[in-house]
């Protein structure tokens, strides 16, 4: 059975009796303080007999409407299955509002697998075997969300629970610091660090080797020009400065970088 709803009402007909047979279960601290006076108050209340109040009830409305208000009044054979669909619906309605009572009760318990061992405790008692064939919803949810959060916490693992070696092993290979080559993580001066970022910039073209394109062009013996233009000593002597002006950049800034 899913709730002992039946059992609980025979065993727990009045106060004193759930007293009698809960508190030797609160002494060995089965159940706690507050379930106990919970339990007491709870199981032997009104909603006992709300199927029968809402039955009767329902019957009586029905009843006096159809005799006293209903014009035409009712025949013999509409009042009486009128009363009997009326005390079916009072019925249902105050078990539907029975059960709802008893799982807010058990919703409210602090132990709820306390409540349940203090019932089969008191069933062997009564001489039973102990064994009522239930268990809360809310038992099994809270198993299960234990049974979640210990799986889950021992598979997710933050970052202070990662090792070094498997961070490296996450590195991407192009971003991985190459152990192999320290000069390339190293450089040892100015200059050999603008080397280093001129070779990996693919299709980049440096200010420097803008100039020193340009110089070889203007190295190169001009063939569309006229033997006239310029007399070749003065041309040669042009290049050779440009050339030692070119060399000077170069070691001032080869200088500067050390």
């Known amino acids: 059975m899913s709730y002992p709803l039946h059992w609980l009402q025979a065993t727990f007909p009045s106060r004193s009796r759930a007293v009698e047979l809960l508190q030797p279960e609160l002494e060995k601290g089965v159940i706690t303080k507050h379930d106990f006076e919970l339990a007491t108050g709870f199981l032997p209340g009104g909603h006992r007999h709300w199927p029968t109040i809402y039955g009767v009830g329902a019957t009586g409305v029905t009843l006096g409407y159809g005799y006293s208000v209903a014009r035409p009044r009712w025949s013999h054979t509409k009042l009486t299955w009128g009363s009997g669909a009326a005390t079916l619906i009072g019925m249902v309605f105050g078990r539907v509002r029975q059960v709802l009572a008893h799982r807010q009760f058990t919703e ?92 990996r910039s693919a299709g980049y073209v440096s200010s420097w080797d803008t100039i020193r394109q340009r110089h070889e062009r203007n190295g190169l013996p001009n063939s569309t020009s006229s033997p006239s233009n310029d007399p070749p000593s003065s041309g040669m002597d042009d290049r050779a400065a440009e050339q030692a002006k070119f060399d000077a950049i170069l070691e001032a800034e080869r200088r500067r970088g050390q």
Request: hydrophobic fraction near 35%.
């Open 108 to 199: 409210t318990l602090e132990n709820p697998a306390g409540f349940i061992e203090a019932l089969r405790n008191v069933d062997r008692r009564l001489g039973g075997d102990g064994q009522l064939g239930f268990t809360l919803a809310r038992i099994r949810k809270d198993a299960a969300r234990i049974d979640t959060a210990t799986s889950g916490s021992s598979q997710d693992h933050g970052p202070e629970m990662v090792s070094e070696e498997n961070w490296k092993k996450s590195w991407p290979h192009s971003n991985a610091p190459d152990a192999a080559s320290p000069q390339a993580t190293q450089p040892k001066n100015r200059w050999e660090e603008i080397r280093a970022a001129n070779a």
